[in-house]
């Protein structure tokens, strides 16, 4: 009896495990920035050349950068170190599950005073506040941001390779004139452009609020890297997540060394969320495509690109009109059930239906969303506050708007870059003549001919290139 009562309990705990796990992934789950899983240690400078005024500026800094997320032991943990000639912990990693209770604790820590010890506090975090963390591998990122406002009076070098060796990601902060850029450089991960940022003084450090929220989350939300030229950049290239590679036909791109890919109506692009962006969409970011619409009508409407919850809500999406000439992005609200930015550009993007490669790009910031075609900018239009998206729901691209049916396009590049600045970097000059190119005349997209030679154009593809442009 005691033997059957057994197996019968076993089964029956298996049994409910399995339908625990079958309902949580039944539950709407929101990932981003403010969900993330993240240990943060800030390292703050709290000597002498700093001032008490200057103190609590920089704590309300912190508390500004720390409200975006989501401060719990399933997410966020944060933690304070205050240094000068020896490191202080004001408040231990987790010990405040809470943003005010965090905020209230920023706000009450007391100025230090005396010398510059930064190596110092950095070995400090590493080997006691990082190493106190109760979550073990649960925990996705380890990020410490130290912020000072002069030259150390220790070796920084040491320690800071120590913390890259245990995968603790660094940020440097330099304020004030006094600064050693070399030194923050030797403290920061590298790139330095990415992990290394500046303020005049104490006064103006919350001109870079927005750019180290950005960082943060790019960190926290952006685990993969695109080979651009010879820098990687963090983001998502979705036509390896979305397996458009594998799943579609591969045909010749815009010039001879681009290689593009043929969606069919029987080609099903659409993949699980979870798997394409696990920790949902930073706040900004760069969408871009190289295409090329041959055959379709362009009356039809369809989502380029669409994320959608598993009740089928759209979280994000690029929907282009050749009916209504429109670009339209769609993301979710805080107020509405979503809120859409319609680009209504006219013939400029009625130009997309021409058979031609073409390039869109959309630039979404935290307040406002810019539309590009052939690097030529269509509109910039005002959002409201979004929240993170659902991710146990699918991602799709080439989809019939409220549909699952596939509208044959041909696809080059489909990518979603974290950093915004790359909207700058990022050109397209893939879809004009290489000779136009270079004498300063772009000329028209998809096409390409021997420059001061009579005779029609001819399509890149269907003659030798004569080089690549990037």
């Given at each position: 009896f005691s033997y059957r009562a057994m197996l019968l309990w076993s089964v029956w705990s298996v049994i409910l495990l399995l339908t625990t796990v079958d309902a949580a992934e039944e539950e709407d789950v929101r990932a981003g920035c403010s969900t993330a899983v993240n240990d943060l240690v800030y390292i703050i400078d709290g000597s002498w050349s700093v001032g008490v005024s200057d103190f609590d500026t920089a704590k309300q800094w912190l508390i500004n950068i720390t409200s975006q997320f989501d401060i719990s032991s399933h997410y966020t943990q944060v933690a304070v170190i205050q240094y000068s000639d020896t490191p202080r912990l004001e408040i231990p990693l987790g010990k405040h599950q809470g943003v005010a209770e965090l905020i209230k604790a920023i706000r009450s820590i007391s100025y230090l005073g005396g010398n510059t010890q930064t190596g110092r506090a950095i070995k400090f975090a590493v080997d006691h506040v990082f190493a106190s963390s109760q979550r073990g591998n649960l925990v996705k990122n380890r990020i410490a941001v130290v912020v000072t406002d002069g030259k150390s009076q220790d070796d920084v070098v040491d320690a800071s390779m120590e913390a890259r060796a245990?995968?603790?990601?660094?940020?440097?902060?330099?304020?004030?004139?006094?600064?050693?850029?070399?030194?923050?450089?030797?403290?920061?991960?590298?790139?330095?452009?990415?992990?290394?940022?500046y303020a005049e003084d104490y006064t103006t450090i919350d001109r870079i609020r927005d750019s180290m929220e950005q960082k943060l989350c790019e960190e926290s939300v952006c685990p993969t890297r695109i080979p651009v030229a010879s820098r990687d950049e963090k983001g998502f290239e979705l036509m390896v997540g979305?397996?458009?590679?594998?799943?579609?036909?591969?045909?010749?791109?815009?010039?001879?060394?681009?290689?593009?890919?043929?969606?069919?109506?029987?080609?099903?692009?659409?993949?699980?969320?979870?798997?394409?962006?696990?920790?949902?969409?930073?706040?900004?970011?760069?969408?871009?495509?190289?295409?090329?619409?041959?055959?379709?009508?362009?009356?039809?409407?369809?989502?380029?690109?669409?994320v959608l919850s598993k009740d089928k809500a759209i979280q994000a999406a690029v929907t282009l009109s050749g009916k209504d000439k429109?670009?339209?992005?769609?993301?979710?609200?805080?107020?509405?059930?979503?809120?859409?930015?319609?680009?209504?550009?006219?013939?400029?993007?009625?130009?997309?239906?021409?058979?031609?490669?073409?390039?869109?790009?959309?630039?979404?910031?935290?307040?406002?969303?810019?539309?590009?075609?052939?690097?030529?900018?269509?509109?910039?239009?005002?959002?409201?506050?979004?929240?993170?998206?659902?991710?146990?729901?699918?991602?799709?691209?080439?989809?019939?708007?409220?549909?699952?049916?596939?509208?044959?396009v041909e696809i080059q590049k489909l990518r979603l870059y974290c950093d915004p600045h790359q909207s700058e970097r990022e050109t397209a000059c893939e879809i004009y003549s290489f000779f136009n190119v270079l004498q300063g005349d772009r000329g028209e997209p998809g096409l390409t001919g021997e420059p001061g030679l009579p005779g029609p154009k001819v399509r890149l593809g269907e003659q030798q290139s004569h080089g690549r442009f990037e």
């Open positions: 245990q995968s603790i990601t660094v940020f440097a902060v330099g304020v004030g004139t006094e600064i050693t850029t070399s030194e923050l450089i030797s403290i920061a991960n590298k790139p330095s452009s990415t992990y290394v940022l979305m397996n458009i590679q594998t799943k579609a036909k591969k045909i010749p791109g815009s010039l001879v060394s681009e290689t593009a890919y043929a969606l069919a109506a029987s080609t099903d692009i659409t993949e699980n969320t979870r798997e394409i962006f696990p920790e949902g969409l930073p706040p900004s970011y760069v969408f871009v495509s190289t295409l090329r619409l041959k055959g379709i009508s362009s009356k039809l409407s369809f989502d380029l690109w669409r429109t670009v339209t992005f769609t993301t979710t609200s805080t107020t509405e059930k979503e809120q859409k930015a319609v680009f209504k550009t006219g013939f400029q993007v009625g130009t997309l239906y021409d058979g031609k490669w073409h390039q869109i790009k959309v630039l979404v910031r935290h307040r406002q969303v810019t539309g590009f075609l052939d690097d030529q900018r269509i509109q910039e239009l005002m959002l409201k506050p979004v929240e993170p998206i659902y991710i146990n729901g699918e991602t799709q691209v080439s989809k019939r708007r409220g549909t699952d049916i596939t509208v044959p």
